[in-house]
């Protein structure tokens, strides 16, 4: 066996480094990857025996405490770091190898970071119970408020108001359940697309229903993207019969253009909604597709490419619904290039 490394001018083996949370990108919070490669196999029911396989149903990381109650000694933890069959995770995690550790390994390692009340959450939640099309540049982890608040390079320990233990899931790493994680995570976003866009994400891809947005939605009483959270989830309920004729029409006067000669709301083969908006005199109409239409990562910028082009030759422009909630102004711009290049007098537009 290879001996420990010494270090030049000392008579001590060197003391192995604990790997940094932060060194593996968070994004990659569930690896399904097959471990067994990395993992070495104790033989016998002794606690090395029983630590090795709780690691290998936590992603090769076990914490500290577990580990003792399992009836591994301080001594025999440290004699296996010392040895390099295992390495230390950030200040309360071991790992049973001393390979690179997954991106499962490192979630739960942040959760035992935080304490035995600290659960995934938001985004991070969202990652582990299967989102996907979507990264994070941390691993956010939430603690009731009073508790304690340790320092972790990669991982954002926060208190929240919020905690609940019915929020969290019972199996598999310790997370928010996906409605609950969804809400936080928009609240918590870096801008108002991006909370839409979360939002959409999770429906579409199975993680939760609107309903059950919906419900999440409801225990929010201060928050400033409350009213936002409440109309995207009505988009997601209704599809564009939330929007209504009425809100388009004033939509238009408050942008000074006119307001439109019909407004027709219709029902696809599939059971989707869309509004046909029209202004008879310039020839101009307005498709406005549901919010279930497409991928909601792809359907704005899409549909901007696709009306830069349109106004080249025909006069009908489509907007998303969630277009209409997080690129408004993009949109009705074309709406009044639509209707200008159509023969809309500019000069009858309010100052």
């Not at 001996?3 to 001590?12: L, T």
């Not at 995690?93 to 009340?117: C, K, M, N, Q, Y």
């Not at 388009?248 to 696809?268: D, I, M, N, T, Y």
Request: overall charge positive.
């Amino acid at each position: 066996m290879t001996s420990p490394k010494v270090v030049p001018g000392s008579s001590s083996p060197a003391r192995p480094q604990a790997v940094d949370l932060c060194l593996v990108p968070p994004a990659r919070l569930v690896d399904t990857a097959d471990m067994a490669t990395g993992l070495r196999t104790v033989s016998g029911d002794g606690p090395l025996t029983q630590v090795s396989r709780l690691a290998v149903e936590q992603g090769g990381v076990v914490s500290r405490m577990q580990a003792y109650a399992l009836g591994l000694t301080r001594g025999q933890a440290r004699a296996q770091v010392r040895a390099r069959r295992w390495q230390r995770v950030g200040s309360q995690s071991i790992a049973i190898h001393t390979g690179p550790i997954s991106g499962d390994g490192l979630a739960w390692a942040a959760v035992f970071e935080a304490g035995p009340r600290a659960p995934l959450d938001g985004v991070s939640a969202l990652i582990a119970s299967g989102l996907t099309h979507f990264t994070a540049d941390h691993l956010r982890v939430s603690v009731p408020r009073g508790a304690r608040v340790r320092k972790a390079p990669g991982v954002d320990i926060r208190q929240t108001r919020r905690w609940c233990a019915d929020d969290v899931l019972a199996t598999g790493v310790p997370r928010t359940r996906a409605p609950v994680a969804a809400v936080r995570a928009a609240l918590w976003a870096r801008s108002d697309k991006q909370a839409a866009l979360l939002l959409t994400m999770v429906v579409q891809q199975g993680l939760t229903t609107a309903e059950a947005l919906g419900e999440q939605a409801l225990r929010i009483r201060r928050d400033r993207r409350r009213l936002l959270l409440q109309g995207v989830i009505l988009d997601l309920l209704g599809g564009v019969r939330s929007l209504g004729e009425l809100q388009f029409a004033r939509e238009c006067r408050r942008r000074g253009l006119p307001e439109p000669s019909r407004q027709v709301v219709r029902k696809a083969s599939n059971g989707r909604y869309y509004l046909d908006v029209i202004w008879d005199r310039w020839g101009v109409v307005v498709e406005i597709d549901g919010i279930h239409h497409t991928w909601a990562t792809n359907v704005v910028g899409d549909a901007l490419r696709q009306n830069d082009l349109t106004l080249t030759e025909a006069t009908v422009l489509r907007l998303p619904l969630l277009g209409f909630r997080v690129a408004r102004d993009e949109f009705f711009a074309q709406i009044e290039q639509a209707l200008v290049a159509n023969g809309w007098p500019l000069r009858h537009q309010s100052a």
